[in-house]
Nanobody
Framework: QVQLVESGGGLVQTGGSLILSCAAS????????MGWFRQAPGKGREFVAA????????YYADSVKGRFTISRDNAKNSVYLQMNSLKPEDTAVYYC?????????????????WGQGTQVTVSS
């Protein structure tokens, strides 16, 4: 079993930056894919970014490419999402997810474990 805990959300102005963190526990995630998703009110869960834990390959949604960066720290069993040039449309609850099979995928149903989410609000 894997437990994921997100932190770092908050309120920021348009153009600002935030760093989200996701701490994993329960097992070493050396072969797992880690992903970030978000869900705005009244909308479905949307893929943001994913990273292969061992190879550091990354995959981004077009809407965040060039503004967000996903990274991981194997020693801390953690994954991060650096968010720059934030826009009001980035407002959502952001979720960390883990997938046992090491293939990058944007589909929420392909992930096995989820955190509880952290709110990000971007004011205009």
């Amino acid at each position: 079993q894997v437990q994921l805990v997100e932190s770092g959300g908050g309120l920021v102005q348009t153009g600002g930056s935030l760093i989200l963190s996701c701490a994993a526990s329960g097992r070493t995630l050396s072969s797992y894919v880690m992903g970030w998703f978000r869900q705005a009110p009244g909308k479905g869960r949307e893929f943001v970014a994913a990273i292969r834990w061992s190879a550091a390959s990354t995959y981004y949604a077009d809407s965040v490419k060039g503004r967000f960066t996903i990274s991981r720290d194997n020693a801390k069993n953690s994954v991060y999402l650096q968010m720059n040039s934030l826009k009001p449309e980035d407002t959502a609850v952001y979720y960390c997810a883990a997938r046992r099979i090491g293939v990058l995928t944007p589909l929420p149903g392909d992930y096995d474990y989820w955190g509880q989410g952290t709110q990000v609000t971007v004011s205009s």
